[in-house]
């Protein structure tokens, strides 16, 4: 598609339970990535694929935080036995590739609110 | 760890008054973009500068990448209600994962009628 899409748009989850966000990226683009938002405004990078490869996972929690592009599917962010301080607005972008120039495209987010 | 620092953080100011958004690290990024972002909504890339001193102009907007690239500027001229919003800074790095953002924590503008 020409847009970056994210599904669920909000997602309400119960202290340990698990959680699973979707992003489809813009058809063509080789490169997604996966960022958090908390309520300060703070963006912080959580992991990034070049197409289903793992690029950077520096800034993934080691527990409890996975992710997944697969091919023909939509990449995936999961997050087992949720945290109240998991709570955030998820952010998926995608780009064409890696020059410095080349552009991010964040799609709308999903709202994850652990209660 | 690359950090980028934004001021202020906050910004109110009445229709027609011109402002400033501040981005500066100590570190040299290979580019910088500039985002704006509405409420519920993702950032939505406004400029990308690459070249250190490089100067863009997007209509009132102005935006420049610092000579060392490890500084931006956003000046916006006679600012208007529609102006009003979240504008994130962020830059790109070289090295580990280079082509990951790092992003200032965001000027939240409002401009009064």
């Known amino acids: 598609g020409e847009e970056v899409a994210q599904t669920p748009k909000h997602l309400v989850r119960g202290e340990g339970q698990k959680a699973k966000l979707y992003c489809a990226p813009i058809?063509?683009?080789?490169?997604v990535f996966w960022y958090q938002q908390v309520l300060k405004n703070e963006f912080k990078f959580l992991i990034s694929?070049?197409?289903?490869?793992?690029?950077?996972e520096t800034g993934m929690p080691k527990e409890r935080f996975s992710a997944k592009c697969l091919p023909n599917s939509p990449c995936s962010l999961e997050i087992q036995a949720t945290k109240l301080e998991d709570s955030a607005v998820y952010f998926c972008?995608?780009?064409?590739?890696?020059?410095?120039?080349?552009?991010?495209?964040f799609g709308p987010g999903t709202r994850l609110t652990v209660l | 760890t690359q950090l980028l620092e934004q001021s202020p953080q906050f910004l109110s100011i009445q229709e027609g008054e011109n402002l400033t958004v501040y981005c500066n690290s100590s570190s040299v990024f290979s580019s910088l973009q500039w985002y704006r972002q509405e409420p519920g909504e993702g950032p939505v890339l406004l400029v990308t500068v690459v070249t250190g001193g490089e100067v863009k102009k997007l209509k009132r907007l102005t935006f420049q990448f610092g000579d060392a690239r490890k500084d931006s500027s956003l000046h916006i001229t006679a600012a208007q209600p529609g102006d009003t919003g979240l504008y994130l800074c962020a830059g790109r790095g070289f090295s580990g994962g280079y082509n990951k953002l790092i992003f200032g924590a965001g000027t939240r503008l409002a401009v009064h009628p």
């Open positions: 972008a995608s780009s064409p590739g890696t020059a410095s120039n080349n552009e991010q495209f």
């Open positions: 694929f070049q197409n289903e490869n793992v690029f950077d």
């Open positions: 058809k063509g683009h080789s490169y």
